[in-house]
């Protein structure tokens, strides 16, 4: 049983002006193996930022509050330290990465995150596997990663590493975008599958709820003005759908 | 990589008074056009560079020096070449005039003039007219320190014959030569150029390539070693329907000079030419110069041609040239481009990979082995591809340090002494 804890986050962004904008004003989350937490609200609300501030990117500041792995300070973790110790972001916008087949990313990558390469044989299946779960034609494997790839088949090569990779907790940033309902429904279950056969706990972070139909979430979170303006079970996401972001827009 | 800057150009537009229809690069270009440069086995036609003239404006003129002189008499030249090749290869050496030399090459420049009238002992690899050769033939050119060596190559491929060529540059001192390579009708012939001298070796060379009539070649450069070297590639047409190719990746270091000159010139109908050059750089003083000119001929009907250049940034103070220059001279093509691009390490390709728990010299080794991938892996042969890797990724360890403070001061500082360069009219 794992606890990734996040208490009083408050992050900044440099501007293009020069000027420094905070996104984050102190957000407190816990979640829990095997959860899975629904963080939803309008654009710009910081719920990408949470992601990306939770994997590291450089573009983020934290200037206060923390985030611990069991106790561990991820916040002093480097992005590659923070993967090892089994924190995986799912991208909204996975970039290109020419003339890297996604077979030698994937095993390369597997590699990084446990510390030594993965058995040949049983490591071939496992990928075959994955990739026929998820719908993925095996050529798909020889392609070079991201490259030419529609946005369902980024998604899907996003969701196969977080069912290869198996990770403690994993932020999915906005999966459904971009999404026909055939292919939401393929990625849903690739994330089902992982919930069911790993302890992964799952922050899913979505402007809209039609992915709630298929990964059903315990908590959910609702993001205004770079906070938790409320939260509360699966009905939360319900008023949402009826009523919109437009309560917690007036109140803030 | 982060593209600074990318440039097609689909052109398509018949010219109404007959002139040039379109033409990239005039201002850097003095001839009213490339079919104008002087070409000419005899020195005497060329002066020593003085460094104002366009085509050696970016080349390290005091260095390479010793390749504009003259031959002094009873001096031996010759570089030492070592051949091997299946036996269906014949390999004979003589003068330039012994071997039949000359036909498919007229020296471009002073140093090959010099080259030419200083080479005796000329080697000349035939392959016979449907001969399809089962392993590559290997020439290494091996320079020595505190000499200046002179040679010619000629590679004569005949009709219907498939071969693979690899010419390795190896060792020290100066050395000037010459590739001649005759691409007989219907013949497919990869010739790839290895630059792995070592670190003060100067090299300046010419290669002129005559594809026959509907033959596909293919002409590679791999320049990594040496303190300055200069290759000039050149590719014309014998006929109709031909196929080609020239591809090249550099590596360039502190104070180390590679230069890339190709020289496309279509003439006859129907022929496809692809150019594509990618090169990386970083440490002070690193410069890397692509300069790519095409000419399409009034009678080159239904042409097809692309160039692009490509350069990965390193490090600060590293500097790369990129000049493509397209002068179309008939509307009835099929299509013509170029793209040049020259940027830094991706943060965002570096940030993805490290997410999924890369360290970050691991992120940058896989991105570099990624960018070069392409075009090593289509010398066909994967040892080879291989040893190049390795010997690419050695060299990127040198920019590469330890400590994380280091690496973020590396991406993180402007491209101030970049200069890129598209030249348009």
Known sequence: ?252 | MTAVDETTDPITETPANGARAHSHGAGTVPDASRAERVTSYDVADFAVPGGREEEWKFSPLKVLAPLFAVAEAGVDEAAAVEVSAPDVVEHRTGTPAQIGAGSAFRPGDRAAAASWSATTQAHLVRIPAEAELDAPVLVTVRGEAGRTTSGHLLIDAGHHSKALVVLDHVGGGAHRGGVEVRVGDGAQVTVVSLQEWDDDAVHVGQHDVLVGRDAFARHIAVSLGGRAVRISANLRYAGPGGDAQLLGVYFADAAQHLEHRQFVDHEATNCKSYVEYKGALQGEGAHAVWIGDVLIRAAAEGTETYELNRNLLLTDGARADSVPNLEIETGEIVGAGHASATGRFDDEQLFYLQSRGMPEADARRLVVRGFFADIIGRIGLPELAERLMATIETELAASMPGADDALQAVAGTPTSTTQHTTEEN
Not at chain 1, 72 to 101: C, H, I, K, N, W
Not at chain 1, 154 to 171: G, S, T
């Open chain 1, 1 to 252: 049983m794992a606890t990734l804890e996040i208490r009083d986050l408050h992050v900044t962004v440099a501007e293009a002006d020069g000027g420094v904008k905070e996104i984050l004003r102190g957000v407190d989350l816990t979640i829990g193996s095997g959860e899975v937490h629904a963080i939803m609200g309008p654009n710009g609300s910081g719920k990408s930022t949470l992601a990306y501030s939770i994997a590291g990117h450089p573009k983020y500041t934290v200037t206060g509050g923390s985030v611990t792995l069991d106790g561990e300070d991820v916040l002093a973790m480097s992005v590659d330290e923070r993967a090892r110790a089994g924190l995986f972001l799912a991208m909204q916008y996975p970039v290109e990465v020419p003339g890297v087949t996604v077979s030698n990313f994937l095993r390369t990558a597997k590699t990084a995150v446990d510390g030594e390469a993965p058995k040949l044989r049983t490591w071939v299946k496992d990928v075959k596997q994955a990739m026929d779960d998820l719908r993925m034609d095996p050529t798909f494997a020889e392609r070079n990663v991201n490259e030419h790839f529609s946005g369902g088949e980024k998604k899907r090569h996003e969701i196969l590493q977080m069912e290869l990779l198996k990770p403690k907790f994993a932020v999915l940033d906005e999966t459904d975008s971009g999404l026909d309902v055939d292919a939401l429904k393929v990625v849903s279950e690739g994330v089902n599958r992982s919930l069911g056969r790993t302890d992964v706990g799952v922050l899913l972070i979505t402007h809209y709820t039609r992915i709630l139909r298929y990964i059903k979430p315990q908590f959910v979170h609702v993001f205004v003005d770079g906070r938790v303006a409320e939260q509360g079970g699966p009905e939360l996401a319900d008023a949402l759908e009826e009523s919109g972001y437009d309560r917690f827009l007036a109140k803030a």
